[in-house]
C-alpha cells in the first residue's frame, strides 16, 4: 500500500484520503476488517498517531465502523458513496427529477445559447458601457461604506437611489412617486416574484399578454398561477377579446410602452380601459417598463401608472437593459398600501443587499453619466437597427414582413407558416446563427410564426453577416415554398 495524495497534504491527511479512496475503489472491501493501527503503521511506516488520526476521521464521517472488542471495519455502504461527497448511498435515478411545477417552468425556459451572437434578443451593448468609470464609482463607495451596509436591512434600498430614481422616473416617465414608495430588487425578475407570490394565491389567474415575455411566464409559473394568454394587436393587449366567462384576474401583465415582443406601444384608448377593468375587477396591474429609454426618434411615452391618480398599478423598472444585466438591480413603484408589506416579505424571502453597487449607481445617476450612457446607447441602437432593416432589404424587398417602429432593441420579421419558422431555425443552428422563433413566446397554439431579432448587442459586421445570411436563407426558402 502507498500514501498516493499529494505531499503538500500532512501525512495524516494524505492516509485519510488514501483510504478513503481505497474504500471507494472497492480495493477494501465492505464488511472486511481494517489491520490493527500498529500493523498499518508499521506497514506504511508511519507513526501510529497518524494512522489514529486519519481512521478517527474516517469512522466519525461513516467509512469505517468500530466495534469494540473486534476493531475496525470498513462500513457496508462505504464503496457507494461518490467520491467528495456525503457519506450517503447513492440514490436510484429519479424520473422524473423536477416537480411539475418545476418542470412546466423548464419547458417555458428557452436553451441559455451563444449570449454573444447576432440576434440574441434583450442583450445591450455590454462593450459600449463605460465600465472604468464606473469601476472607480464602485470603488469609491466600497471604500466609504458605512457598517449599516453590512448588517441586515430592510428599508427598500439605499435612499440615494430611490432619491435618484425617484427625480428620473417623474421627470422622464411621468411616474407619480415618493422615494418610499421604491424598493429595489435583484432585477425585474425578482420584482415579478413578489408580486406573484404576494397578491395571488395558487390557482388564481394573471392575464398575460400572447405573446408575451418569458421570464414572467416562469415566474407566474412557479408561484403556481392560472395565466390566461390575452391576444395582442396593434394598440396592445386586447381585453375586449376575451369571452365574459374568462377568471377574474388577481394580476394583469403588460408592457404597455413597447409590447415585447411585437413592439407595439399600447394606445390610450386600451390604458384607459385596461385601468378602469383592472379596478373593476380588483385586480393589480404589472407595468413592465423593460426598455422605454431606447425609443430614439420621439420623448419616451409616459407610463401607465402615472396616466390616473391612484392606479392599481405596479411600475417594475429595470437596470439590466439601460446598465447591464449582470448587475441585476432593478425595482418596484408600490402603490400606498403594497408599501411595508413588500419591503418586510422582501427582507424575509430575498434579503437586501448589494448595497455599494445601489450606492454607486445614485451617483451613476446624479452626475450625470447615465443620462449620457442612455443617450449615447439610444443612438447606437438607431444605427444598428438601420443596419439590420439594411441587411435585411433583399428579404423584404421580396415579401418578408418587419415589425415597424424605431425604439427597442429588436426587431420581428414575420414569416408565412410554423413550417418556415422551423426550418429557418434548424438552419440557423447549423449556420452558428442564433434565431428566436416567435413562437416560443406563445403559451397557446397556433402562435404566429416569426422571428424576434436582437440587434443591441451585435456588432455591424455581424449584424452584417448575419443579417446578409437570413435574407439569403428566407428568400431561397420562401421561394421554394412558392410564398
Ligand atoms: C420584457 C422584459 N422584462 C424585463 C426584463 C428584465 O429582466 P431582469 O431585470 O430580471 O434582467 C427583460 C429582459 O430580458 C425583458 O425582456
Redesign the pocket.
Known amino acids: 500500500m502507498r500514501l498516493a495524495t499529494p505531499s503538500s497534504l500532512t501525512l495524516t491527511q494524505r492516509l485519510y484520503q488514501s483510504l478513503r479512496d481505497w474504500v471507494q475503489q472497492g480495493q477494501l472491501k465492505p464488511g472486511s476488517a481494517l489491520p490493527s493501527s500498529r500493523q498499518l503503521a508499521r506497514e506504511l511506516g508511519l507513526g501510529r498517531n497518524t494512522v489514529l488520526g486519519a481512521v478517527d476521521r474516517l469512522t466519525a464521517e461513516g467509512f469505517l465502523e468500530s466495534r469494540p472488542g473486534a476493531g475496525v471495519f470498513v462500513a457496508e455502504w462505504g464503496a457507494e458513496v461518490v467520491a467528495g461527497a456525503s457519506p450517503v448511498p447513492k440514490r436510484a435515478a429519479v424520473s422524473p427529477p423536477l416537480s411539475a411545477r418545476g418542470q412546466r417552468i423548464l419547458d417555458v425556459s428557452s436553451l441559455l445559447g451563444d449570449r454573444h451572437s447576432a440576434f440574441v ?3 445591450p451593448a455590454l462593450d459600449r458601457f463605460p465600465r472604468e468609470r464606473w469601476q472607480r464609482l464602485l470603488r469609491r463607495h466600497q471604500q466609504q461604506a458605512p457598517l449599516e451596509w453590512h448588517d441586515y436591512q430592510h428599508r427598500g434600498g439605499v435612499p440615494a437611489l430611490r432619491e435618484a430614481l425617484c427625480d428620473y422616473l417623474r421627470l422622464s416617465r411621468s411616474v407619480r412617486c415618493r422615494p418610499d414608495q421604491i424598493l429595489v ?8 416574484e413578489l408580486i406573484a407570490r404576494l397578491l395571488a394565491d395558487t390557482g388564481e389567474a394573471v392575464w398575460m399578454e400572447e405573446p ?5 411566464h416562469a415566474c407566474f409559473l412557479s408561484a403556481g398561477l392560472d395565466i390566461v394568454p390575452v391576444p395582442v394587436d396593434d394598440e396592445g393587449m386586447a381585453i375586449a377579446t376575451l369571452p365574459s366567462s374568462v377568471a377574474t384576474p388577481r394580476l394583469i401583465y403588460v ?1 404597455p410602452s413597447h409590447q ?2 411585437s413592439g407595439v406601444t399600447m394606445s390610450l384608448k386600451r390604458r384607459t380601459a385596461l385601468i378602469e377593468a383592472a379596478q373593476r375587477r380588483g385586480a393589480w396591474i404589472i407595468e ?1 417598463d ?2 422605454s429609454e431606447f425609443r430614439y426618434a420621439s420623448a419616451p411615452i409616459a407610463s401607465l401608472q402615472g396616466l390616473v391618480d391612484d392606479a392599481p398599478v405596479i411600475y ?1 423598472g ?4 439601460v446598465m447591464y ?1 449582470g448587475l ?3 425595482y418596484l413603484v408600490l402603490p400606498d398600501p403594497l408599501v411595508e408589506p413588500f419591503k418586510r416579505a422582501n427582507a424575509r424571502l430575498h434579503r437586501e443587499g448589494q448595497y455599494v453597487a445601489q450606492a454607486a449607481l445614485a451617483t451613476f445617476i446624479t452626475e450625470g453619466h447615465f443620462a449620457r450612457h442612455v443617450s449615447r446607447m439610444r443612438e447606437l441602437y438607431r444605427l444598428r437597427q438601420a443596419a439590420l432593416r439594411h441587411a435585411l432589404a433583399p428579404a423584404v424587398a421580396n415579401g418578408l414582413v418587419l415589425s415597424a417602429g424605431t425604439a427597442g432593441m429588436h426587431l420581428v420579421a414575420e414569416l408565412e407558416s410554423p413550417a418556415l419558422e422551423a426550418e429557418l431555425v434548424s438552419r440557423a443552428e447549423q449556420a452558428g446563427v442564433l434565431l428566436s422563433p416567435l413562437s416560443r413566446y406563445f403559451l397557446r397554439a397556433p402562435a404566429r410564426p416569426g422571428l424576434v431579432l436582437g440587434y443591441a448587442g451585435a456588432t455591424d459586421i455581424e449584424i452584417a453577416e448575419a443579417g446578409r445570411w437570413l435574407s439569403d436563407t428566407w428568400c431561397t426558402l420562401s421561394h421554394r415554398d412558392g410564398a
Open positions: 434578443p434583450g442583450v430588487t435583484q432585477g425585474a425578475q425578482q420584482g415579478f408575451g415575455y418569458g421570464g414572467a408592457t415585447y415582443p413592465d423593460y426598455d417594475v429595470t437596470f439590466s437593459k444585466p441585476r438591480l432593478g
